[in-house]
Nanobody, 115 residues
């Protein structure tokens, strides 16, 4: 199982980023996927989840209305569109499959929101 996150960057408050997570080593289309984030000194936090077909999504209250999770099962990729970014969104963002492969993690991608 391999998970490769990308798209993180330094962005000003109010800006936008689109994160990608390329997955391999399992049948991507059969598994729900989640995005988590971890800021220095804080516990890992669930940000958003999407079912295997993309038909249902969940968002943490802190990002609801600003972030959108989506997936492309043909490309084995899950995305996180982040708008209206705030300094408190600064963290390493990681994707993670539900269920059987939940113990697998990628290296994450750093998002820094600062002026």
């Amino acid at each position: 199982v391999q998970l490769v996150e990308s798209g993180g960057d330094l962005v000003q408050p109010g800006g936008s980023l689109r994160l990608s997570c390329a997955a391999s080593g399992f049948t991507f289309s059969s598994y729900g996927m989640s995005w988590y984030r971890q800021a220095p000194g804080k516990e890992r936090e669930l940000v958003a989840r999407i079912t295997s077909t993309g038909g249902n999504t969940y968002y943490a209250d802190s990002v609801k209305g600003r972030f959108t999770i989506s997936r492309d099962n043909a490309e084995n990729t899950v995305y996180l569109q982040m708008n209206s970014l705030k300094p408190e969104d600064t963290a390493v963002y990681l994707c993670n499959p539900w269920g059987t492969f939940h113990d697998y993690w990628g290296q994450g991608t750093q998002v820094t929101v600062s002026s």
